[in-house]
């Protein structure tokens, strides 16, 4: 599943990064933000229009993603 097709409140583990690209710098800054393989995520909301942006909890941390950057993350929803 994508990280753009979680549902609202729901927490998930990121299982990968995918680059679009070779040397992709926005799949690299999504790694250096915490986007990393083993991490919990959380979408904890979604914007009025087109439910863009996302907002996504890691830790203590909330980071605003395009629903396109967050596509590139693929996630499994846990419990």
């Known amino acids: ?3 753009s097709d979680l549902p609202k409140g ?3 583990v990121v299982e ?7 040397n992709d710098p926005i799949a690299q800054r999504l790694r250096d933000l915490g986007f990393v393989e083993g991490e919990r995520v959380r979408l904890v909301a ?3 229009i087109g439910a863009d942006p996302l907002l996504i909890q890691i830790g203590y ?5 395009r629903r396109s950057e967050a596509a590139r993350v693929t996630v ?4």
């Open 61 to 65: 941390t909330r980071f605003a993603l």
């Open 16 to 22: 990968r990064v995918e680059d679009v690209q070779a």
């Open 46 to 48: 979604s914007g009025p």
């Open 1 to 3: 599943m994508r990280l």
């Open 10 to 12: 729901a927490s998930a």
């Open 76 to 79: 499994r929803e846990v419990a």
